[in-house]
Nanobody, 131 residues
């Protein structure tokens, strides 16, 4: 059974940085589509950073572009999210989600924003940003 475990969340001051990790186990992750979602209280879960291992394509929402970077370490089946210049608006529960398989040229398509596209989800990690 595939499991995703997020880590790296916590409390940080505005302007600070965090690195989230999403470690996968229980499956083969040679090819995958991975997305980071976040959900603030009273808000919908939104996709804001995506990568496909098949073509190394990525997507960033405008709200995080230039501040967040998604990357992967194949040997550890782990995807990272480096978050810089955090603001209180970034406070949320952060989730990683994955769908195994080969995916080309989907980083600019609506499908990556749909929660149904992803087969496996982590439990989430809380990010709190103090002003």
């Amino acid at each position: 059974e595939v499991q995703l475990v997020e880590s790296g969340g916590g409390l940080v001051q505005a302007g600070g940085s965090l690195r989230l990790s999403c470690a996968a186990s229980g499956g083969t992750f040679d090819d995958f589509a991975m997305c980071w979602f976040r959900q603030a209280p009273g808000e919908e879960r939104e996709a804001f950073s995506f990568m496909s291992s098949s073509d190394a394509s990525t997507y960033y929402a405008d709200s995080v572009k230039g501040r967040f970077t998604i990357s992967s370490e194949r040997a550890k089946d782990t995807v990272y999210l480096r978050m810089n210049s955090l603001t209180p608006e970034d406070a949320a529960v952060y989730y990683c989600a994955v769908r195994q398989g080969i995916y080309h040229n989907i980083n600019a398509t609506p499908v990556i924003h749909t929660t149904r596209f992803y087969r496996h989800w982590g439990e989430g990690t809380q990010v709190t940003v103090s002003s």
